[in-house]
């Protein structure tokens, strides 16, 4: 249905969530390298729960392959640089999100080269960012919304 795309996640609890979270989307999850943490980490399988052996995620050693692999891809960046809301964004089944690391989100020429391709979550002025968990499933729960009759084929 849709892929996620962690770009150099720091924190497993984080990414366990998110991998429960596309085992039950039907989602493919993509971690790009350096991690901070190993795959094996307990605190990554405890946050998954017994869904972690279902995901068999896609881990590339950099950004660079991951984007020479998905040149032609539909990419969508998530970040708080940006005016456009996530829910103007139009999705496809296919497409790819991208979500940057906790403590340094996408890299600054990522985000220069796909200007169109950047959303955002509204937030109030008070807060600058959310978990990196809430910020993939309000984003991809969307995708899921928008093409609830593709998704329903995998239920």
């Not at 497409?95 to 940057?100: A, I, K, M, R």
Request: glycine letters at 8%; proline letters at 6%; charged letters at 25%.
């Amino acid at each position: 249905m849709i892929n996620i795309v962690l770009v150099e996640p720091k924190i497993a609890p984080n990414t366990g969530t998110i991998g429960r979270l596309c085992v039950n989307m039907g989602a493919s999850l993509h971690l790009v390298e350096p991690l901070g943490f190993v795959i094996e980490d307990k605190r990554l399988k405890r946050a998954g729960l017994d869904y972690w052996y279902k995901l068999n995620p896609t881990i590339w050693p950099s950004l660079e392959v991951f984007m020479k692999e998905h040149a032609d891809a539909r990419l969508w960046l998530a970040t708080t640089k940006t005016e456009k809301l996530y829910f103007e964004a139009r999705f496809e089944p296919g497409d790819f999100l991208l979500f940057g690391s906790e403590t340094t989100g996408l890299p600054e020429e990522l985000l220069k080269k796909y200007p169109k391709r950047c959303i955002t979550i509204p937030m109030t002025p008070e807060g600058r960012s959310l978990n990196i968990s809430i910020s993939v499933g309000i984003v991809a729960y969307e995708a899921i919304r928008q093409n609830f009759e593709a998704f329903k084929g995998l239920m």
